[in-house]
């Protein structure tokens, strides 16, 4: 079939049998997405048991909860970014934190706090290198906001979780943060260690005939909000890590890898009661003002809540 004649055919199969009140937007994008489906079956000369081992493949993966990796693991993720900062750029909003990628492990509910918090429970202690991180959050005008949210996670040394890791404690690597009078945040935890996609899992199955590896580098995810302000999206990287930039997840930014200094002098070890060497990362977050013409910066997505 021509692409013409599929464009057609959808249109009677979509469009041509509507009887009811119709979603045009939801209409819209069916139409659009079957007939991009039937021109890439046709041009492909697709087989029936490659279209239902297809389907078989999504079913599966919705089944494993793992479609919210998949995203990020074929750039879609990334590409949604691209596109918001295009728009953002487009409204005059530049120079502001970069924004990365969400990922499906975030948790709403975690416990806050004013200026500090502790993320980790303590139990990876004496296996890793304790991180304290620190910075200030800037607002449009370019001055220290105070009562932002700093909402903070990562992994643990094992690279999974809390909440879908049952073996963590509730909340563990998980905080909001208040940022202090004077637009300080600081949080004491862990050194994370990077991820890899579940290996029998739908992901890495689909990574695995792509030729690709399904790592991340060790990260720390960040949602950052003020009234009045844009809600920002990030993550920064663990500078050193071997995946830095050849993460699965296209997910590594310039600006969004900030120098680990390792704090070994007695004076300053004494000052956090410590009795080993600490890692440290100074960071700042610059946020943009609300703006008209930009696009939303709250994304309307499932997530869990403890």
């Not at 469009?15 to 007939?35: H, K, W, Y």
């Not at 990796?69 to 918001?84: M, N, S, V």
């Not at 991340?216 to 844009?230: D, Q």
């Amino acid at each position: 079939m021509t692409h013409a004649e599929i464009d057609a055919l959808v249109k009677s199969f979509i469009v041509d049998t509507a009887t009811g009140p119709v979603n045009a937007r939801v209409q819209q994008i069916t139409v659009r997405l079957v007939s991009d489906l039937f021109k890439a079956i046709e041009d492909l000369d697709l087989t029936p048991s490659e279209i239902w081992k297809g389907l078989e493949y999504l079913s599966e993966a919705g089944a494993n909860h793992e479609l919210g990796l998949i995203a990020p693991g074929i750039g879609l993720e990334r590409f949604i970014d691209i596109r918001q900062d295009e728009a953002e750029a487009k409204a005059g909003l530049t120079g502001g934190t970069p924004r990365t990628i969400e990922g499906p492990l975030y948790v709403a509910g975690a416990p806050e706090s004013v200026g500090f918090a502790r993320l980790d429970d303590g139990t990876e202690a004496d296996k890793g290198e304790v991180l304290f991180m620190q910075g200030t959050v800037y607002g449009a005008d370019g001055k220290p906001l105070p009562n932002a949210k700093v909402e903070v996670w990562h992994a643990n040394l094992m690279g999974n979780y809390s909440f879908f890791d049952k073996s963590q404690s509730a909340f563990n690597l998980r905080r909001s943060i208040i940022t202090d009078a004077n637009g300080r945040y600081q949080f004491r935890s862990i050194v994370p260690m990077g991820y890899a996609c579940p290996l029998n899992g739908s992901t890495q199955r689909l990574l695995d005939l792509l030729g690709r590896h399904g790592n991340r580098p060790a990260h720390i995810h960040f949602f950052v909000s003020a009234e009045g302000h844009r809600k920002l999206t990030t993550q920064i990287n663990i500078d050193g890590d071997p995946y830095l930039w050849d993460d699965f997840a296209f997910a590594s930014r310039e600006g969004l890898v900030p120098a680990v200094n390792h704090v070994a002098d007695p004076a300053e070890l004494a000052k956090k009661e410590l009795t080993k060497p600490f890692a440290s990362i100074d960071f700042d977050f610059r946020l943009y003002g609300e703006q008209a013409g930009a696009p939303a910066a709250e994304v309307e997505r499932a997530r869990a809540n403890a």
